[in-house]
């Protein structure tokens, strides 16, 4: 029903920076939610960033300051800037939806299929 494509992944010197983007398609809510997470190696998934349909915005603290998100809504494409980069920002990141799908069935997730990104020393 609803796929999510990234891109904008690679390799990048600490200091650099680089910009993710996740297109999605289907039959999409325009209430939803989107969001970037992360993880790496022996680590849990975390919630890097999220926008809602109305650009508000929330930021893990580790990336505070360094990343931002944005949306355009129209083409329910998510972006990810990140600067700043450090080694502890690599790992595979992940665009997710959420959305209402009805009433009675409640919120639908969706998952891209993870890009790399690699920061080096």
């Known amino acids: 029903q609803v796929q999510l494509v990234e891109s904008g992944g690679g390799l990048v010197q600490a200091g650099g920076s680089l910009r993710l983007s996740c297109a999605a398609s289907?039959?999409?809510?325009?209430?939803?939610?989107m969001d970037w997470y992360r993880q790496a190696p022996g680590k849990q998934r975390e919630l890097v960033a999220q926008i809602t349909y109305e650009d508000s915005t929330n930021y893990a603290d580790s990336v505070k300051g360094r990343f931002t998100i944005s949306r355009d809504n129209a083409k329910n494409t998510v972006y990810l800037q990140m600067n700043s980069l450090k080694p502890e920002d690599t790992a595979v990141y992940y665009c997710?939806?959420?959305?209402?799908?009805?009433?009675?069935?409640?919120?639908?997730?969706?998952w891209g299929q993870g890009t790399q990104v690699t920061v080096s020393s």
């Open positions: 289907g039959r999409i809510n325009t209430i939803n939610t």
């Open positions: 997710h939806l959420r959305h209402l799908r009805n009433m009675l069935s409640g919120h639908q997730d969706y």
